[in-house]
Protein backbone atom coordinates (compact mmCIF):
# COMPACT_ATOMS: atom_id res chain seq x y z
CA UNK A 1 0.00 0.00 0.00
CA UNK A 2 1.18 3.55 -0.59
CA UNK A 3 -0.03 6.89 0.22
CA UNK A 4 0.42 9.72 -2.62
CA UNK A 5 0.29 12.86 -1.44
CA UNK A 6 -0.06 15.99 -3.50
CA UNK A 7 -0.70 19.97 -3.90
CA UNK A 8 1.75 21.52 -1.49
CA UNK A 9 3.68 24.76 -2.34
CA UNK A 10 4.17 28.08 -1.78
CA UNK A 11 1.32 30.78 -1.44
CA UNK A 12 0.78 34.09 0.03
CA UNK A 13 -0.97 34.65 3.48
CA UNK A 14 -5.06 34.75 2.91
CA UNK A 15 -4.31 32.25 -0.28
CA UNK A 16 -6.11 28.25 -0.48
CA UNK A 17 -4.26 25.29 -1.43
CA UNK A 18 -5.96 21.83 -1.70
CA UNK A 19 -4.00 18.83 -1.07
CA UNK A 20 -4.68 15.14 -2.45
CA UNK A 21 -3.90 11.66 -1.20
CA UNK A 22 -4.58 8.60 -2.72
CA UNK A 23 -4.23 5.00 -1.67
CA UNK A 24 -2.94 2.67 -4.10
CA UNK A 25 -2.04 -0.77 -3.49
CA UNK A 26 -3.87 -4.48 -2.19
CA UNK A 27 -7.18 -2.61 -0.39
CA UNK A 28 -9.99 -3.87 1.10
CA UNK A 29 -11.30 -1.05 2.70
CA UNK A 30 -9.76 2.36 4.55
CA UNK A 31 -11.54 3.34 7.96
CA UNK A 32 -9.97 6.95 9.43
CA UNK A 33 -8.37 9.00 7.06
CA UNK A 34 -6.68 12.47 8.15
CA UNK A 35 -3.89 14.99 7.43
CA UNK A 36 -0.95 15.89 9.97
CA UNK A 37 1.70 18.51 10.18
CA UNK A 38 5.12 18.88 11.16
CA UNK A 39 6.80 22.56 11.52
CA UNK A 40 10.87 22.48 11.96
CA UNK A 41 11.83 22.34 15.26
CA UNK A 42 8.25 21.01 16.59
CA UNK A 43 6.11 17.82 17.16
CA UNK A 44 3.86 15.98 14.28
CA UNK A 45 -0.01 17.34 15.29
CA UNK A 46 -3.07 16.02 13.82
CA UNK A 47 -4.73 18.69 11.15
CA UNK A 48 -8.05 16.75 10.66
CA UNK A 49 -9.57 13.54 10.25
CA UNK A 50 -12.28 12.21 8.86
CA UNK A 51 -14.01 8.84 9.27
CA UNK A 52 -15.46 5.91 7.19
CA UNK A 53 -18.44 7.61 7.38
CA UNK A 54 -17.90 11.24 6.91
CA UNK A 55 -17.20 12.50 10.79
CA UNK A 56 -14.46 15.10 10.78
CA UNK A 57 -12.44 16.17 13.70
CA UNK A 58 -10.53 19.30 13.80
CA UNK A 59 -7.86 21.01 15.28
CA UNK A 60 -8.58 24.47 16.77
CA UNK A 61 -6.25 26.28 14.96
CA UNK A 62 -7.85 25.43 12.00
CA UNK A 63 -11.24 25.11 12.52
CA UNK A 64 -13.58 27.61 10.07
CA UNK A 65 -10.52 27.73 7.84
CA UNK A 66 -9.44 23.95 6.85
CA UNK A 67 -11.89 21.52 5.05
CA UNK A 68 -11.03 17.46 4.90
CA UNK A 69 -12.86 15.29 2.43
CA UNK A 70 -13.05 12.52 1.27
CA UNK A 71 -13.94 9.89 -1.98
CA UNK A 72 -14.12 6.77 -0.81
CA UNK A 73 -14.29 5.36 -4.57
CA UNK A 74 -11.00 6.74 -5.18
CA UNK A 75 -9.69 5.96 -2.16
CA UNK A 76 -8.44 9.37 -1.92
CA UNK A 77 -8.84 11.86 1.07
CA UNK A 78 -8.72 15.86 0.34
CA UNK A 79 -7.55 19.32 2.57
CA UNK A 80 -9.03 22.32 1.59
CA UNK A 81 -7.06 25.12 3.02
CA UNK A 82 -8.17 28.42 3.05
CA UNK A 83 -7.48 31.61 4.71
CA UNK A 84 -3.73 30.47 4.91
CA UNK A 85 -1.50 31.79 7.74
CA UNK A 86 2.01 31.86 8.16
CA UNK A 87 1.50 29.46 11.12
CA UNK A 88 0.09 26.85 8.89
CA UNK A 89 3.54 26.31 7.38
CA UNK A 90 5.01 22.94 7.69
CA UNK A 91 4.92 19.56 5.71
CA UNK A 92 1.90 17.89 5.71
CA UNK A 93 1.26 13.85 6.20
CA UNK A 94 -1.85 11.70 4.89
CA UNK A 95 -2.30 9.30 7.23
CA UNK A 96 -4.72 6.15 6.76
CA UNK A 97 -6.01 3.03 8.39
CA UNK A 98 -6.20 0.29 5.79
CA UNK A 99 -7.84 -3.19 5.44
CA UNK A 100 -5.49 -5.57 3.08
CA UNK A 101 -7.17 -8.95 3.99
CA UNK A 102 -10.29 -10.13 2.97
CA UNK A 103 -10.41 -13.18 5.65
CA UNK A 104 -9.34 -10.72 8.42
CA UNK A 105 -10.72 -7.74 10.30
CA UNK A 106 -7.25 -5.80 11.55
CA UNK A 107 -6.11 -2.26 9.91
CA UNK A 108 -2.50 -0.97 9.61
CA UNK A 109 -2.08 2.04 9.59
CA UNK A 110 0.35 4.24 6.97
CA UNK A 111 1.76 7.70 6.19
CA UNK A 112 1.98 9.42 2.94
CA UNK A 113 5.14 10.99 1.98
CA UNK A 114 4.19 14.82 3.15
CA UNK A 115 3.85 17.54 0.82
CA UNK A 116 5.31 21.20 2.03
CA UNK A 117 3.51 23.96 2.48
CA UNK A 118 4.92 27.19 2.90
CA UNK A 119 2.48 30.49 3.72
CA UNK A 120 4.21 33.75 3.18
CA UNK A 121 3.47 37.09 5.22
Known amino acids: VQLQASGGGLVQAGGSLRLSCAAS????????MGWYRQAPGKQRELVAS???????NYADSVKGRFTISRDSAKNTVYLQMNSLKPEDTAVYYC????????????????WGQGTQVTVSS
Open 25 to 32: GRIVSIND
Open 50 to 56: ITRGGTT
Open 95 to 110: NADIRQNLFRADFRNY
